[in-house]
């Protein structure tokens, strides 16, 4: 399908998303203390070849040439988080002023450019500090969390409209909590739990911290959801296994936030979560927020597995199904952004989806100085085309971000995977458009 930016009218917002640690560097600068990445990517053997981001694409001290890029690329939208221990180095008290002009910086020249800038509050760096005592898991962080965010809109938000309060709470409690694949290393089912329904908590009571300081902003919070299906269609065990991890991946964030509870019913395990539950948490876990964002990269079929522990199911590996696939091992399928939207549009109570993170990775290789990375072009093309079917059949989506401005910091893949529309040489810091970057550009 052919289309262009004005077929999903003036209104539509376009944009490109980031996140602090993956991009800033400068990770002892100017009087910031350490997050939970700081420190578990010292750790040997955590992350591909024993990288880190301690400079990652050093945008703290490059931010003004690369937002002069984005306006140049004629990108109208960042989205962008905030390093909590920047700004305030032991998570809660004394603040860090110079922390608070490098983002008064970034926001005031995006401002100068045109370029509206959307934050996410917490893009899973806590500070240390916090994670010393206990971090997630412990229910203080409901008050720690307030602290932050009442910090950041005083601050900014005079002049930032749009506000995410988590990113993929999913993602930083399952890979930090439960697996230990991400900071801080955590692993076991009670540590899960405990964090998830703290990070549920929290994901509301950011939302009225910031309505009840700024009515005028526009709040919402973000969730990765991949469309599920079972391996094999005609088996019942693993169509039931497809409904638990669908439960687990895709609704355990969303359903308390819209009043519905947790999806128990469907997935046992996560009635255990109630010993960590308080009298009348229940109300606390939900509120209204003015839009929804969508993170969605890819499709997983499951199937039955009886000897994974708790849930009974697995997820067969896109390289297992000789498919298309990108260097993270995740299957291209475009129709799974409609099935997602579809879905998240459903619910009563959502007025709006944002696509707040698409993309992918792929082998970028130079000839003669051009970046053709012509799969990601076709990737971009196809995902958004679904996208474009999504509004016509009145599905409520206003905005689409491509993950993400420059290659960066891939978390526990390192540098390896490139998801940029800007390559980064990260021994020169010299950034290059890609013909994907060029494409979006002019779309
Ligand atoms: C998402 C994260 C983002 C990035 C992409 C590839 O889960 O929110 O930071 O790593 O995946």
Redesign the pocket.
Known sequence: MLFTRNDFGEDFKWGV?T?AY?IEGAHNADGKGPSIWDVFSQRKKKIFNNHNGNIACDYYHHYAEDLALMYNLNIPNHRFSISWSRILPNGIGAVNYKGIDFYNHVIDFCLELGIEPWITLY??DLPQALQQKGGWTNRDVVNWFSYFVDCCIKNFGNRVKYWMVL??PM?FTGAGYFLGVHAPGKKGLSNFLAASHHAALCQAEGGRIIKSLRSDCKVGT?F?YSHIEPFRHYDEKDVNAAVKVDALLNRMFIEPLLGLGYPTKDLKILERIERFIYPHDEKKLAFEMDFVGL?N?TRELVSHAPLMPFIRAKIIKASKRDVDRTV?DWEVYPPGIYEALKRINAYDGVKEIIVT?N?A?FEDLFEDGILDDHKRVKFLQDYIAQVLLAKRDGIKVGGYFV??FFDNF??AEGYH?R?GLVHVDFATQRRTIKNSGRWYSVF
């Open positions: 998303s996140a993956q893009h899973w990113n993929e993602v973000t990765s993170q990269y993270m993170e993309g990775a993950w993400t891939e978390w995977p998801f």
